[in-house]
């Protein structure tokens, strides 16, 4: 049995997305066997985030300082606009530099099971962005779920009076996806969704 310290460590560890018990004691392990370099430097690591992390202004990113590295980029196209769920969806779309505009965080979806109603998320500060008449293109980057659709929709309801494009992130066939292994929704989305060849 290992001590309570290291269980304590290894239970604050399971309970991070993507870790569970078994992985995070093998990170606790890992951890023990290499405390010289890896100790002080993920405490440090860990110790400087927690003084110095903010919630950008503008867009609703976490970073170290505000407004965020994204808003700041003067090279950034400040005329689109990728309004996304959730801070994740930052990071994993700005991965992938494809988008080269802005992002707009909403800090969730619009979900009448959870109670989570249009006040509740960041929609006012998305509609002041775009008030200023500086946006071009609105892209609604939502989850393929009921729920972020029923998002998508009620903004694209929202932004209507506006003068701008409203696009949607397509929704369908995965690269390399087999139909046979598909689920039907993701199939009729793609069936939707289908263009000319060519």
């Known amino acids: 049995m290992a ?4 269980e304590a460590l290894s239970g604050a560890l399971a309970r991070l997305p993507g870790l569970g018990p078994r992985s995070a004691r ?27 992390l903010v919630e950008c202004e503008t867009c609703g990113n976490v970073d170290t300082k505000s407004p965020c590295g994204i808003c700041a980029d003067a090279r950034r196209d400040a005329k689109s606009l990728c309004v996304v769920e959730d801070v994740s969806d930052v990071w994993a779309l700005d991965r992938a530099r494809l988008f080269q505009g802005r992002y707009h965080v909403l800090g969730g979806k619009l979900s009448a099971l959870d109670g989570v109603r249009p006040e509740d998320l960041n929609i006012a500060a998305l509609l002041s962005r775009v008030e200023g008449g500086e946006i071009d293109e609105v892209v ?4 393929a779920t009921l729920e972020g659709q029923t998002t998508a929709h009620y903004l694209a309801e929202r932004l209507e009076p506006f003068n701008l494009r409203i696009t949607q992130l397509a929704h369908g066939l995965p690269v390399g ?22």
């Open 140 to 143: 609604l980057a939502m989850n």
């Open 177 to 198: 996806g087999e139909l046979d292994y598909l689920d039907e929704g993701t199939l009729a989305q793609a069936l939707r969704a289908r263009r000319p060849l060519g």
């Open 26 to 52: 093998r990170a606790v392990l890992w951890l023990v066997k290499n405390r010289e370099q890896a100790l002080p430097a993920l405490l440090e690591a860990l110790d400087a985030v927690s003084e110095t």
């Open 3 to 6: 001590s309570q310290e290291i």
